[in-house]
């Protein structure tokens, strides 16, 4: 029943920068809350997720230049984006995986069943 909505989507030149945000309808503490993107043409990849332990995984083509963060007071999940460039361009879509039990990291790699997904928001960048 958790409902996810992503905003913070919008055009940039390269090397800008952006924060998207996802908030959700119910808690997140207790569950593995990732971003994820998909470029026309493209499969859906992992950007970057962070588990109720607190541990974060990011996508290598991201590291360095992205950061995830949350604030479980205000159901929210964040994702500061740096330094963008053109081959980021995509939907990037909020995931929540809540934990079987609590305190769980997020599954290991970026393939994992994701319960509940926000509509996303796009994110271009011009080259």
């Known amino acids: 029943q958790v409902q996810l909505m992503e905003s913070g989507g919008g055009s940039v030149q390269a090397g800008g920068s952006l924060r998207l945000s996802c908030t959700a309808s119910?808690?997140?503490?207790?569950?593995?809350m990732g971003w994820f993107r998909q470029a026309p043409g493209k499969e859906r990849e992992g950007v970057a997720n962070i588990g109720s332990d607190g541990g974060i995984n990011y996508a290598d083509s991201v590291w360095g230049r992205f950061t995830i963060s949350k604030d479980n007071a205000k159901n929210t999940l964040y994702l500061q984006m740096s330094s963008l460039k053109p081959e980021d361009t995509a939907t990037y879509y909020c995931a929540a995986r809540p934990d079987r039990y609590g305190g769980q990291p997020c599954p290991r790699g970026f393939v994992y069943a994701v319960d509940y997904w926000g509509a996303g928001t796009l994110v271009t960048i011009a080259s």
């Open positions: 119910g808690y997140i503490s207790s569950t593995c």
